[in-house]
């Protein structure tokens, strides 16, 4: 805690792994001789950096840009870059460690790590979105690589952020590296269904979830927080699963829908015109509202997907939302569940997905691009989905398996914390002391 003073979220997401690590280590106490926790918890390397940019008065902006290559004794670091005027070195670090876990319990070669800046895009002009990215990308560029670092998106990025540091790394570099980044446009080595990838494959892994007990979507009402990229594609999902969702979000308020909300509707709000999703109201009209500030978890639902940012769930949301009968939870966002709202939610026996393997199909779609980018060949949709079906379904698997295997069944917080942790820990350990 000393060594990493101040970063809260970073103690937060590293108690939180170390907790289920009990019974890994009372079966393995190998694994303490040859410091293999502590390692785990050190990032191989931290860069921060300066990004000098203009706005479009003419006035020089300066940010602090990140990038925390976590762990790549898997394959090499990935993880996505976050743009947004919370971001320090702790948001960022508990993001990285978070993310070599995901990434294992993919199976797939990916190391983990992330990166970003305290650059605010809301209501920045396109040229000065391209101008920042170039300059971030400036300083990235020397640390990147399709066998080093690739990075991708997250909170303020998404394609259009991707394609200008993507442009401006191949005029630096002079090479047509297309696996150096992910999450690009078709246009330029992009994979199909990679923007889709972590709301739907947090929909699989929830829908699966489910069937464990007798479940499905079909005819539940969900609530859905936030408006973005994972939000977005989390209610398509659900949405053609038979769910119903009634409210979405932003950090400026929530909508509630009872009719079911028009997931093309927030796509044509949020994507094409890049408003608030206060506006759905307005255009919808039909009984829809606009709540202003207030907790979208008062909504009563049973299905909750808090897909927007982290520790926006608190114990006293979880509170209501048992109260109101939820009977699952999918996090579709890294850490949005105070640990008190999760304790809450696995004594009153919700089903409780944790990010790291409910949100993992992004990346794992990442590296379905990376491995169409290394073999020049392009996947229709169908193919694409179809492998990050199987994938959630693994990851899934994986979790319920270790918990049940480490005497925890239907606990899938230790289930994927214990078997991302054994797999990075027996690659480390193949290393030798590195
Ligand atoms: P976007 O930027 O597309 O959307 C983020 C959404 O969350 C927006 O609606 C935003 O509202 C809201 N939000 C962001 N910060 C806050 C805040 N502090 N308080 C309340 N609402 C907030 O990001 P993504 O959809 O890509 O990411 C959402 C989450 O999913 C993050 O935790 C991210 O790390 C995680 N994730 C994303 C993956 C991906 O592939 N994109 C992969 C795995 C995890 P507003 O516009 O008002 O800021």
Redesign the pocket.
Known sequence: IRRNAGEEVFHQAVREVLESLGRVVAKHPDYLDEALIERICEPERQIIFRVPWVDDTGQVRINRGFRVQFNSALGPYKG?V?L?P?VNVGIIKF?GFEQVFKNALTGLPIGGGKGGSDFNP?GRSNGEIMRFCQSFMTELSRHIGEYIDVP???????GREIGYMFGQFKRLTNRYEAGVLT?KGLAYGGSRARKE??GYGATYFVERMLATKGQSFDGKRAVV???????IYTMDKITSFGGRIVAC????GYVVDEGGIDVALVKEI?EVRRE??SQYARLKGNGARYVEKGSIWDVPCDVAMP????N?LTGKDAKTLVRNGVIAVGE???M?TTPEGVRIFQEAGVLFAP?KAA??G??ATSALEMQQNASRDSWSFEQTETRLAAIMANIHDACAETADEYGAPGDYVLGANIAGFVRVAEAMRSLGVI
């Open positions: 996505g976050r947004h919370s993001l809301r991708a998106g997250d909170i303020g990025v998404g999450g990838a972590t927080s936030g408006s973005g990229n994972v939000a979000s932003d950090s400026g949020k608030r999703i897909s927007a940012t982290q926006e579709g966002a890294n949005p990010g949100n993992a992004g990346v």
